[in-house]
Structure formats: C-alpha cells, structure tokens
C-alpha cells in the first residue's frame, strides 16, 4: 500500500454532489483547509494485497458471529452494557438468525504484517456513499484501466434480493436531528438498492414512526413491518415504541446489538488470545498496559476517546461514556506522508465487499477527517 498525489478533476465538487454526496461540506468543519473529499492524493494496493485483506475481514466476521454465539450461550451482557430487560429479544432475533445487510470494519493497516482490529460498525455504519459510489466514478475518470477493492453496489442488491422479510414495503428511516444531510443521503443510497432488487420502499424520519396499539404506523396509520434504519439500536429500545421491536422487521436486526459495541473487542480478546488481527483489549481497567486507548462502549465519530503512553495522551470532547469504557491497546496508526489512514473494510451479509479510507493528521479518526479514494493497479 503506498500514497500518491493526483490532480483533482475539474469540477470535482459539482461531480460528487450529483452523484450524492451533498453533504461533503456540512458534515466537515467548516474551519478546516482539506475537503472532506479529498481526491488530490489517494491509496494504491496490490490486488493479492487486497486478497488478503479480504480473507482477514471475512475471519473477523466469522470470529464476531463466534462471538455473539458466546453471548447467548453465556449470558456475558455485562460486558456489553446491555440491559438485562432487552436480553430476551435479542436471543429471539439470534435464533432466528434474523437477516442482516452490512457493516464496516475499522482495521490499522500499514502496508505489511495482518491488519489490527480496531472497531466494528455493525449497526449504523455510514460512508457508503463514498466507498461505493463517489470513489468508484473517481476511479472510472482518473484511472479507467484500473480495479478498486469494491463490490458494494452489486452486492447490496443482490443482498436485499436475498432476505426474506415481512410482506409490504421496507421503510427507510434516519432522524431529522441530523441537520448535514449525511444519513438521509445515506439511508437514500440504501434505498436505492434495494428499489434496484424489485423491493417497494417508502422513505420516513423516524420522528414520524409511532405504534396505535397493535403495529408501527406512520403519521397516515399505514402499518410498517421491515424499517431499514441509521438510528442505533441503543435509541429504538429507548423509545416508547422501543418494547414492541418483534412486530417488524429490522434491518440491522436487534441481535447486531452484540456486535455494534466496543465490548465485542473485549470478548474476542479473551475468546481469541493473541490472534494476528486483533489488539488486547480490557473491560474498565487498562490492565497491563502501558500504551492504551479508553474507547466508550457505544461512542461515535472519534467522540469521548483519549490515548495514554508513556511519552504522549491525548483526548477527544464528547457526551458518551456513561455506559462505560474499554481499554484497547494503543498502536498508532501508521503515516503516509503525514497522514493515518484507517481502513473501513466493508462486509454485505457474511463477505467482503469493499474499502473506503480515511485519514488525519491526528492519531483519532473523527468528523475532522478526509476521505480519500484508492485503486488496484492492472
């Protein structure tokens, strides 16, 4: 894996703003002097290099549903944070292994040796519309000749033909609280692909969902029985709405919720010591560590996290945390020219379907970070 600089297209931001990414200026500070997209440098890989980056993600899958498995079995919630009263729906929603769409894996990865584990998206992941459609026509202008690790578009169609759910439509859900445009450009782009695979579909804020007693409904009273939603699992069951959950159809299903917390990174350390992808990580307490990074269970964009090491720390502001902390060893993330990338390695159901990157000048991705586009030479 290497950086290179290229030359911007003429007109790159008309570009992708028509081809959906509206928000690359309201979800970035705006004080900032790099773009949130930023196609004046992008990433090469190798195509075996690529191959094996799938091959590690799929068996991080894989080691995840080990995972969950365990949870159930076990009943080792505490270490999750879950609330005991939500315990019996969620092992409904295991068993019946209710179907799942995507997620996105956070890996650190330098260009040589396996790739490090650092969070799993499992539930609302966003920068879809970048990795699977932005940096593909970049490539389609820029380098015709060459491949991209991405097979999103294709995949999620195909997925969404796959599941079986619910008679009548999907409802596409977001929340009018988020004033970027970010998930309704997000959950539209979900949409779209599952319009592509024959479902009917209906598009709604989640402000307008309620229950009359018997089903969701919308504001009209028209039932709703599958939501494919960006609004986390910790806020549904949260609502007055919340108990009601096995009534419909939920794309994440419930049961993600033992996957979209970082004590899932806690449990694969214990239930996969020393394994090539994954980062010693510990519930509460640091251990025995001496370069760490204090992560909140359920925190969001780089929010609420600090770093410690012998030489340095460091911390982000933010409101998460009540719900508890892990503690993940600190490997800085590796630099390209004064950049960390992170990898966001992307699954559809259970395989590899693409990459989107970030990076930053810092050690913590959060909402001040690029994203950049890459390419596999041919």
Not at 94 to 117: C, E, I, N, Q, S
Not at 119 to 132: G, H, I, K
Not at 346 to 369: C, H, K, P, Q, Y
């Amino acid at each position: 894996m290497r950086r290179e600089r290229s030359r911007a297209r003429d007109g790159w931001e008309s570009k992708i703003e028509s081809q959906g990414l509206a928000y690359h200026r309201t979800a970035h500070p705006e004080n900032l002097t790099r773009p949130y997209w930023d196609e004046s440098v992008h990433y090469v890989l190798e195509m075996d290099e690529v191959l094996r980056l799938e091959e590690q993600v799929e068996e991080l899958h894989r080691m995840c549903l080990e995972a969950a498995e365990h949870v159930v079995k076990t009943g080792r919630y505490e270490v999750l944070g879950i609330d005991e009263r939500l315990v019996p729906a969620i092992e409904e929603s295991w068993r019946r292994r209710d179907p799942h769409l995507y997620g996105r894996f956070d890996l650190r990865y330098d260009g040589t040796g396996p790739a490090k584990l650092l969070e799993y998206n499992a539930d609302t992941p966003t920068s879809l519309v970048e990795s699977a459609i932005i940096q593909w026509y970049w490539k389609e202008d820029v380098f015709p000749a060459d491949d991209q690790w991405n097979s999103l578009h294709e995949r999620l169609v195909d997925r969404w033909k796959e599941m079986r759910l619910r008679e009548g439509p999907v409802h596409f859900t977001w929340t009018d609280a988020d004033e970027s445009g970010e998930e309704i450009m997000t959950i539209s782009y979900l949409q779209e692909t599952a319009e592509q695979a024959g479902r009917s579909c209906v598009p709604l804020p989640m402000e307008a969902v309620g229950w009359d007693g018997e089903d969701y409904c919308d504001l009209e009273g028209e039932q709703i029985k599958t939501f494919c939603k960006l609004y986390p699992w910790e806020w549904i069951v949260a609502e007055p709405f919340g108990a009601f959950v096995d009534e419909a159809d939920w794309i994440e299903p419930m049961w993600k919720m033992l996957l979209s917390n970082k004590g899932l990174l806690v449990l694969l350390w214990e239930m996969f010591p020393g394994h090539p992808n994954l980062l010693p990580a510990y519930l509460g307490a640091p251990g025995d560590l001496t370069s760490y990074i204090k992560k909140p269970l359920l925190g969001r964009e780089g929010a609420s996290m600090s770093i410690t090491t012998p030489s340095f720390s460091q911390s982000t502001e933010g409101r998460y945390g009540a719900e508890g902390f892990v503690f993940q060893e600190f490997q800085a993330l590796p630099e390209f020219d004064g950049q960390h990338p992170v990898l966001g390695a992307w699954m559809v159901a259970d395989e590899s379907a693409g990459l989107g990157i970030r990076e930053t000048s810092g050690f913590i991705t959060d909402d001040t970070s690029s994203f950049v586009p890459h390419r596999i030479p041919l």
